[in-house]
């Protein structure tokens, strides 16, 4: 593979500037233009100095740090080195232009970080959030990031797939040698796993479908969640990769159906009865003590100088839109938003 050079600070002038290369070649190329001021062995991870001169003349270009890094301990697995040199334009591109007369090509935008992927250093996952990190606009943006360079996504995503991997070699086990005394593998077992590795896909997708509040660089102060289950673990989630504060708050439960709690919502009686805003269905919770509820929470949040993301059901969005605009019953009734949809209302 050929060895690559680029400036890898911004364009500008600054105090210093940075060029690296990275390939097979980036020792036998440095020595043509670097003249340090102690000769010795190259070893990893040490720093010499010493200057950067034409490789024709010897002429020097600028005094300069060189850090090397030998393979595979280096952020490609390749030999590499960083030449620290005062910034400016014509400063690093009288280095880079040297690298490059002398053996190196210039390096394609994100070609470091192809090459720490295509050599194994790390995984797709962790690439995406290198540039990530460099177009985070938000502190939590950029916390993300980290954390999925880290290996964190990584990680989960490993164990998901270790769970399948096990249980395919359970199932195999059990069919190929059932002489043996393996325990066996129920049906339950199989829909009790694929459950389970549903139910962490879910959430990742979900995370990923709100990670777009971070893209979007809006600024979120705290999240009010349902007490139910599927809503809280989703906000619960959201907060611990963003860092960003979550509580509890029960006005946002879904609105109690009385009699036609756990019950299957498609009956005609059921249909009938949700026509009525004023039925409680015995003992439960009318469609205008529900919209009552959320309209003061939203009244309460009115008050507040701060940004809210508010996680909950389907239904708690019908309210929240009534809220906001006027409805008919049949708006009313036929309004919803998709699985982790993110809406935004400014009052």
């Known amino acids: 593979m050929s060895t690559i050079a680029a400036i890898s600070t911004a364009p500008g002038n600054a105090g210093i500037g940075i060029i690296r290369l990275s390939g097979d070649d980036c020792f036998k190329i440095l020595q043509k233009i670097f003249k340090p001021k102690n000769k010795g062995e190259i070893k990893g991870y040490t720093i010499k100095y ?100 880290e290996g964190s996504l990584s990680k989960k995503i490993k164990d998901i797939q270790g769970e399948i991997l096990n249980l395919m070699a359970d199932i195999e086990a059990s069919i190929d040698y059932p002489e043996y ?24 997708k979900n995370s990923f479908e709100n990670g777009k509040i971070l893209k979007e660089g809006i600024k979120i102060d705290e999240i009010l969640y349902s007490p139910l289950m ?65 309209y003061n929470l939203l009244d309460d949040i009115k008050k507040e100088d701060k940004v809210y993301l508010l996680v909950a059901h389907n239904g708690i969005s019908r309210a929240i839109e009534s809220y906001v605009r006027d409805m008919s019953n049949e708006e009313f009734a036929g309004f919803g938003i998709k699985n982790c949809e993110l809406r935004k209302y400014e009052f």
């Open 50 to 149: 010493g200057n950067i001169v034409k490789s024709e003349n010897d002429e020097i270009i600028d005094e300069v740090l060189v850090s090397y890094f030998v393979a595979p301990k280096s952020y490609t697995k390749e030999n590499m080195c960083e030449i620290n040199s005062h910034g400016g334009i014509v400063v690093e591109n009288q280095i880079l232009e040297e690298c490059l007369k002398n053996g190196a090509v210039l390096a394609e935008p994100g070609e470091f970080t192809k090459r720490a992927f295509m050599n194994g250093r790390i995984d797709l996952s962790q690439a995406e959030a290198v540039i990530d990190i460099i177009n985070s606009k938000t502190e939590k943006e950029m916390m993300v990031a980290q954390r999925h360079l």
């Open 230 to 294: 599927r809503a809280a673990d989703t906000a619960k989630h959201i907060s611990e990769v963003t860092g960003i504060p979550a509580r509890e708050e029960l006005r946002l439960k879904e609105q109690n159906f009385g009699k036609y709690e756990s019950t299957p919502r498609n009956g005609e009686e059921f249909k009938r009865a949700k026509q009525d805003f004023v039925c409680r269905y015995e003992g439960g919770e009318s469609m205008l003590q529900l919209c009552q509820r959320i």
């Open 181 to 204: 005394d393996i325990e066996e593998t129920t049906n339950k077992k199989i829909n009790d796993t694929l459950n389970s590795v549903e139910e962490k896909l879910l959430k990742l």
